[in-house]
């Protein structure tokens, strides 16, 4: 059963000045031509806190899973890795810079090799590099991708932090039924603890699109 709080605690979100920080220290770090963990980290943060994904399903995303161009560009979330075997999909226009950051990193991972069967986020660690992330090295990374955050906060950053601030956005963006939908929900009551997190929810929604359309799009491999 899914644990069903009256409500979500705000220190379970990022608030907007941080996700602001925390995005454009992770371009920052993210150097042309280059590929490092920083790059990985980057789309394991993208794809809790833009797409609502759990640590185990990011860890058990294919290539195939992600879709970014087309009619309907999407993140799909397989039925073999989805909480309670419940397949879903997320809309990828919900966040600019999120597509942006996929974009590139699929880019990378084909010229790697990989084809639409293979894990999307690996690591890049010396004789490791091109192996698949397990949860627990997921969790590792998206702490390791807030590393903007002050120490007192760095704790607290799992990728459930991430997939809390996604619901909060997406219950301002598109409502509790969509929400529900996204983030895989089995009931409303679970989604609807979002709704009093709307305070900041759309400077947050902001923020997904804004940093992109600030600046050029963040290159992972020197285009």
Known sequence: MERNPEQ?????????????????????RCRPRKITRTHVQRVVFVLATHYGLRAS??????????????AAPRVRVRSAVAKYGQRRTVPMDISDWGRLILTDWLDVRRKMGAVAVDPLVVTMHGRWAG????????????????AARPD?????MHTHVG???????GVELAGLAS???WAGHQSIA???VYTHALSGARERRNIFGRVAGDAQAPAAHGR
């Not at 399903?57 to 087309?70: F, S």
């Not at 007192?152 to 607290?156: G, M, N």
């Open 8 to 28: 979500i605690d705000a220190h379970k979100l990022l608030h907007p000045e941080e996700l602001h920080a925390i995005q454009a220290d992770l371009d920052r």
């Open 152 to 156: 007192d906060r760095q704790a607290e």
């Open 163 to 169: 997939r809390h601030t996604f619901c909060s956005v």
């Open 131 to 146: 192996n698949p992330l397990s949860r627990h090295h997921v969790c590792r990374y998206f702490r390791g991708a807030c």
């Open 190 to 192: 679970t989604t609807n």
């Open 179 to 181: 929400t529900k939908q």
């Open 57 to 70: 399903e990011l860890a058990g995303t294919w290539l195939g899973d992600v879709q970014v161009t087309g």
